[in-house]
């Protein structure tokens, strides 16, 4: 589904990316874990062309997207659920989905309310909310109406940055539950996630990224298990009894 090889990306003369290789299997849930500062949004922005690489290649569905603009990348299939959510507060709920249909329309796709009423199945509140304000949401409702309207663009690849941020652990529990649905809808998901120990619960496989390197990769199992994972990431000593 998606094949990045040797990924340099940055700002000016910052160079955040550095020869970052990773691949996606369609149907998979992979999860991409790291202290802040580590690069993982970035990554995020220069898959979907927000940032410029400066070398490497991005592959999506066989196809070369490195230097292509944001608007043709969500129409050749990659969505982007952006941290903090980012919703059009002064938008209802249904204009929200509506809007990010619009590569859909453009391109004189016809299954609108299909998709919508897909939406409204996965996410039954936005449907009871849907002539709701944006901005008057719950945080919960708004991550839900920010997973929904990306998923309106029908995407190959949905990717997730940091989507339990500022969420209470229940909602949190719900939301990784709605991402869980998504593989078993056929869905591929990229996510990425401060919360190393819920996402390695769900996914399939993970990357660690170090001050924008790859330092380490594998099963989601076999990461959980990994004693310099647990040192950093999910907060145990393990030199301690």
């Known amino acids: 589904m998606l094949k990045i090889r040797n990924l340099e990306a940055g700002y000016g003369k910052l160079r955040v990316l550095k020869r970052i290789s990773l691949h996606v299997n369609p149907g998979e849930i992979v999860t991409l874990i790291g202290a802040n500062g580590a690069g993982k949004t970035t990554l995020l922005y220069t898959i979907t062309g927000l940032v410029r690489a400066t070398a490497g290649d991005i592959i999506l569905q066989g196809r070369e997207i490195t230097r292509e603009r944001p608007e043709k990348i969500v129409a050749m299939g ?3 659920v952006p941290e903090g959510r980012q919703v059009f507060v002064t938008m209802t709920v249904r204009e ?25 199945e996965l996410f039954p509140v936005l449907r009871e909310r849907r002539d709701q ?18 998923l309106m ?26 991402i869980t649905k998504l593989r078993a809808a056929g869905n591929t998901v990229l996510l990425i996630e401060q919360n190393a120990k819920a996402a390695l619960k769900i996914a399939d496989r993970g990357y660690v990224l170090e001050t924008g390197k790859i330092i380490l990769e594998g ?8 004693r310099d994972v647990q040192r950093a990431y999910l907060g145990r000593d393990l030199a301690r009894p």
């Open 96 to 120: 929200n989905l509506v809007l990010g249909a619009y590569v859909q329309h453009k391109k004189g796709n016809r299954e609108f309310m299909a998709q919508l009423e897909e939406v409204y």
């Open 219 to 226: 099963p989601a199992e076999a990461l959980l298990a990994n």
């Open 133 to 150: 304000l944006a901005g008057t949401l719950s945080g919960g409702e708004q991550q839900m109406l920010a997973m929904g309207r990306a």
């Open 78 to 80: 990659c969505s982007l």
């Open 153 to 178: 663009a029908q995407p190959a690849l949905i990717m997730l940055d940091e989507p339990s941020t500022g969420l209470a652990p229940l909602i949190v529990k719900n939301i990784f539950a709605i």
